[in-house]
């Protein structure tokens, strides 16, 4: 088996092994994951965090040592909490990293990092907080970063950076939890979810107070949430069919 680590800030996941291949997630500077194939130009890999499976470029992560993966992994989980920050490297270069990089036991590579961290679970009271941060940071299919960010991506940073580990797809975070039957039995940071005329679970977002909601749609955006959906307060119309709300915390 062959381990790694992203040290760069942000690489992409791709559905197959060439740059023109859709993006369907992102690994951020400090992720580890498990190569499940390798090929002259491209990985294969299984993130460590979330489980998630995309090809990467071998130019943009480093081979990592069982032992180190297993040390990298078995660290306390510290999370940065800048929008943007910097790593310095070994040789007193920076490298730039988004919010909710993984900071934890960079030291094996002689990097450093002085910027605001959080070490510990916080409360669900928190989450809110959190995704405020992210606000009208544009949306991008697969992103995971304040540079662009889809629907799910923003839900599991923000659970991320919390302290709390759900999966990386709307549909997958869909079946975490407990459901609630109605929006007034729902807590800011609980989620909503959304789906099409098929019935798929297409769209997430977080519950804020007084039927307001944080989600990714053009660009991080509040709108209002009722029984119909999500009422986009731009344009006075329902863009997202409510499916269910979720109670994950």
Request: net charge neutral.
């Amino acid at each position: 088996m062959i381990y790694g680590v992203c040290l760069l800030s942000i690489v992409p996941m791709r559905l197959e092994a060439k740059d023109t291949s859709e993006l369907v997630s992102q690994i951020i500077y400090g992720e580890t994951f498990k190569v499940l194939e390798k090929r002259s130009k491209w990985s294969l890999v299984k993130l460590s965090f979330d489980n998630y499976k995309g090809w990467i470029d071998n130019k943009q992560y480093e081979e990592i040592s069982k032992k180190q993966y297993e040390f990298l992994i078995n660290e306390k989980d510290i999370y940065s909490l800048d929008l943007i920050e910097f790593i310095q490297n070994k040789n007193n270069e920076l490298i730039t990293i988004p919010f909710g990089s993984r900071v934890s036991g960079i030291n094996i590579f002689n990097h450093t990092f002085e910027g605001n961290k959080v070490d510990k679970k916080l409360s669900k009271e928190n989450i809110v907080k959190t995704s405020l941060l992210l606000l009208n940071s544009p949306y991008l299919w697969g992103g995971r970063t304040p540079f662009g960010i889809d629907c799910s991506g923003l839900s599991q940073i923000v659970y991320k950076v919390n302290g709390y580990k759900i999966d990386r797809d709307a549909k997958d975070q869909a079946l975490l939890g407990t459901p609630l039957s109605f929006i007034e039995e729902s807590e800011p940071g609980d989620l909503a979810f959304f789906d099409n005329k098929e019935g798929d679970i297409i769209h997430v977002g977080i519950i804020m107070k007084n039927n307001y909601i944080i989600h990714a749609h053009g660009k991080v955006r509040i709108d209002r949430l009722d029984q119909t959906g999500i009422y986009n307060v731009d344009t006075n119309k329902h863009s997202h069919k409510l499916r269910v709300i979720k109670k994950i915390i």
